[in-house]
């Protein structure tokens, strides 16, 4: 069983920068894919950007440019570096990781853009 816990969510003015990290309970995960997604009240979950075991990556478009999203193996863990924060990111993020074949989600973490 694979547990995700994240970290880095919180309030920001707008143009601000946040950094938000997902990682596994325990040591001992090679996930392939990872990625983030994103649930804005009252929508339906979105993707905001994957990264393969290789590094290909892939962004939504709303977020090109100002986000970027990383992994680092040795810890199991993918980071989203989030830039240029707008109003419209507000949303609760979700990362996901694939582990022999089936996703696994983390329980989500608030981020909040104030205008």
């Known amino acids: 069983q694979v547990q995700l816990v994240e970290s880095g969510g919180g309030l920001v003015q707008a143009g601000g920068s946040l950094r938000l990290s997902c990682a596994p309970s325990?040591?001992?995960?090679?996930?392939?894919?990872m990625g983030w997604y994103r649930q804005a009240p009252g929508k339906q979950r979105d993707l905001v950007a994957t990264?393969?075991?290789?590094?290909?990556?892939n962004y939504a478009d709303s977020v090109k440019g100002r986000f970027t999203i990383s992994r680092d193996n040795a810890k199991s863990t993918v980071y989203l570096q989030m830039n240029s924060l707008k109003p419209e990111d507000t949303a609760v993020y979700y990362c996901?990781?694939?582990?022999?074949?089936?996703?696994?989600w983390g329980q989500g973490i608030q981020v909040t853009v104030s205008s």
């Open positions: 325990r040591s001992g995960f090679s996930f392939t894919a």
């Open positions: 990264i393969t075991s290789r590094g290909n990556t």
């Open positions: 996901k990781v694939v582990f022999l074949l089936r996703d696994y």
